[in-house]
């Protein structure tokens, strides 16, 4: 019975890190579009420099700029 309590445990951490894998991994996709983005307007030297910057914040917040 004890145990019980554990496997929910271990289901929840489960779910929770395959939540955040997910999102880890669609926020570098979206950083990869964000920088193609900065890359089209901007310089060489200003895409190899700040954008890359910009774009990974951008990807890690994703979901505030995409409504």
């Not at 496997?7 to 950083?31: H, K, P």
């Not at 964000?34 to 890690?60: C, M, N, P, R």
């Amino acid at each position: 019975m004890g145990n019980n309590t554990s496997n929910s445990s271990d289901t929840e951490s489960a779910i929770l890190g395959f939540l955040l894998w997910g999102y880890g991994i669609v926020s570098q996709i979206m950083a990869l579009y964000f920088w193609w983005q900065y890359a089209k307007e901007d310089s060489f030297i200003s895409t190899i420099t700040i954008d890359i910057i910009l774009a990974e914040i951008k990807g890690l917040l994703w979901i505030f700029f995409i409504w």
